[in-house]
């Protein structure tokens, strides 16, 4: 493009989001305490905000996820617990039968988006149709129009396509519910029947930071001005399958909510969640105002919250002391805790996170010429080069101790239940340590003549800075000439054709549901951003689906993490070490393990009353 005082096993690798890095407490039904008129705190964060669409694959990243969880409203969300929470106050779902499995979900009586216009059935539908992707005009590649500058779809991508870019698939989520959903006659509820069972259906459907307004999408995609009837012509040209009208709303939900900067369109940023963005100055700050027309549990006590964008991790602390800004989560290093230790009037928590370093390799393509990685010999050599022990005794040992260890699995959290079986099994331990001498005779076997490798990451921070330079050095030896392809608009650019040949990033849990990592490698999943593909893994990814048995999950993903190490997938290096500082002038700021991190419960956020003006 896309986690805590006290570290948190989860049980299971949630749904994931590109993390530029990370990090509230509170009740999980809101302060009602209120809100406080003219209050405002600041913090920061290490990559600036683009998209209030974070369900597209040019979207989702936690940079985005963090603020549309705050202004988008849902059916749950995850406290720091981390336990799911139904989120009453904006509507309510039941399980209306497990066979086949069908599920309603109702919207509050007076629920509206901040322009006073009803959330309804209209939205409702219009998530469907972009999660499902089941009006999607059949067999459309949209790679060929992808800008590989920026990772947006380019103007002439065909206008006369249905394309909703969600990286739905037919074997999971949304992807199984193909039958259109029934619509109340009160017009606030939808009736979802899937085509089989799914195990976490409870975490596909409109969760907080998810929906966005259909008359909103309506008014730009099909040229109507009045609110009502443009959410009525998005529900009839779902409702009717007009793929004429289809086309324009999926290119609009596709990619009319991205900027970067203050839209002058007002509409594009309509809110449903307890803040609304009010303010945005390009790579500087997004400022969010408490949203007058929030009615639910979650409202605000603090009226305006400002986000400053600060990708320096020592500018963040220097930003901190010198009261700049209020909170913190800057990417960990042994410099900024020994910096934090000088500064008084602020509160520390260090731990380990719920995001996970690695590289992964492009299996399609790629930017060099030969397409390297295409090649399993060179996919090999590759990683038995990339110094993983190197780079956590250096970086991140200093920073939290000996608990700083290689993460050995890309399905299991060190420390979860099956991580160690998996570990156990899986060929990971050919990598744990680096072997020049047996890169080089993989890299001769492999018939590759161009060695260059390009690495995408985030060139303006400096951990990952340094991890680029320890693997640049350490491949050089077997061969490999590796390039920069370091980029400040990196997560845009992730999975964009021709852009790179190797990624290093994170990537951050948002739940805790068995299925929800699975989009990652899963063949055209919204997440599978290095164009892998195996039947065999795609065959345990349907079966994951629908498994409920806790061993039979387990054993599961203990057979697809052995078969990715030996596709010779990419490697997994380190869990993020996790470094939160707040200021005393605001309260009730508890990190979770879970994505949006500190940000979770930024509704019960409270300034204390000695240091307000």
Not at 204 to 226: R, S
Not at 227 to 246: S, T, Y
Not at 352 to 368: A, R, W
């Amino acid at each position: 493009m896309k986690r805590i005082s006290a570290a948190v096993a989860l049980t299971a690798v949630g749904a994931l989001a590109i993390s530029g890095c990370a990090a509230g407490g509170g009740d999980d039904s809101g302060d009602d305490s209120g809100l406080v008129e003219g209050s405002s705190i600041t913090a920061a964060w290490n990559q600036a905000f683009y998209s209030m669409n974070g369900n597209t694959s040019f979207g989702n990243a936690t940079a985005n996820n963090n603020i549309n969880y705050l202004v988008l409203d849902g059916f749950n969300y995850y406290n720091n617990t981390p336990e799911l929470v139904q989120n009453t106050s904006f509507g309510s779902y039941e399980l209306v039968s497990e066979d086949p499995l069908t599920v309603k979900y109702t919207v509050a009586e007076d629920k509206k988006w901040s322009d006073g216009t009803a959330v309804d059935a209209a939205d409702l539908l219009l998530y469907w149709a972009a999660e499902s992707r089941a009006l999607d005009t059949p067999d459309f590649d949209p790679a060929d129009f992808t800008d590989p500058d920026t990772g947006e779809f380019t103007e002439a991508f065909p206008t006369d396509v249905v394309y909703f870019d969600s990286g739905a698939t037919p074997t999971s989520g949304l992807g199984l519910v193909t039958e259109q959903p029934e619509i109340s006659d009160d017009n606030r509820s939808v009736t979802i029947t899937y085509d089989q069972p799914f195990v976490d259906w409870e975490l596909t459907f409109a969760t907080m930071g998810e929906m966005l307004p259909a008359h909103i999408v309506g008014k730009k995609a099909l040229g109507i001005e009045d609110n009502d009837e443009a959410k009525q012509a998005v529900l009839d040209a779902i409702e009717g399958n007009d793929a004429a009208d289809l086309a324009p709303i999926s290119a609009f939900w596709n990619g009319g909510f991205n900027f970067t900067e203050m839209p002058e369109d007002a509409d594009l940023v309509v809110a449903s969640g307890p803040y609304m963005i009010s303010d945005y100055v390009a790579d500087q700050y997004v400022t969010l105002t408490a949203n007058p027309e929030y009615t639910g549990d979650n409202s605000a006590n603090i009226e305006e919250i400002t986000i400053r964008f600060i990708p320096d991790p020592l500018a963040a602390v220097q930003a901190l002391e010198n009261g700049e800004v209020d909170i913190i989560q800057p990417q960990a290093t042994a410099d900024i805790t020994t910096a934090l230790e000088g500064i008084e009037g602020i509160t520390v928590d260090t731990s380990l996170g719920g995001t996970y370093e690695h590289v992964d390799l492009q299996f399609d393509q790629g930017k060099n010429p030969e397409n390297i990685f295409s090649n399993a010999q060179a996919r090999e050599a590759f990683m038995k080069v990339i110094p993983r022990q190197e780079i956590v005794d250096t970086l991140i040992k200093p920073i939290i101790g000996d608990s700083a260890i290689v993460r050995n699995s890309q399905i299991f959290v060190p420390g979860a239940e099956g991580y160690d079986e998996s570990v156990a099994a899986n060929g990971s331990d050919a990598y744990a340590d680096v072997d020049i001498e047996g890169a080089k005779a993989l890299l001769a076997e492999s018939g590759i003549t161009d060695t260059s490798v390009c690495i995408l990451y985030a060139s303006n921070n400096p951990r990952r800075v340094n991890e680029f330079a320890l693997i640049q050095a350490s491949a050089a030896q077997a061969g490999f000439n590796v390039t920069d392809c370091g980029s400040e608009e990196w997560g845009g650019l992730l999975g964009t054709p021709g852009a790179y040949d190797a990624s290093l990033f994170g990537w951050q849990s948002t739940s805790l549901g068995v299925t929800n990592s699975l989009p990652t490698f899963e063949t055209g999943g919204i997440n599978n951003l290095n164009f892998y593909s195996n039947a065999e893994v795609d065959d345990i990814i349907a079966q994951l689906n629908v498994e409920f048995d806790e061993q039979a999950k387990i054993d599961l993903q203990v057979e697809m993490d052995t078969a990715l190490w030996s596709d010779f997938y990419g490697v997994t290096i380190f869990q993020f070490p996790e470094v939160t500082a707040i200021s005393d002038r605001v309260t009730n700021v508890e990190s979770s393990i879970l994505a949006p991190t500190v940000f979770w419960n930024a509704w019960d956020w409270e300034v204390t009353g000695d240091s307000e003006e």
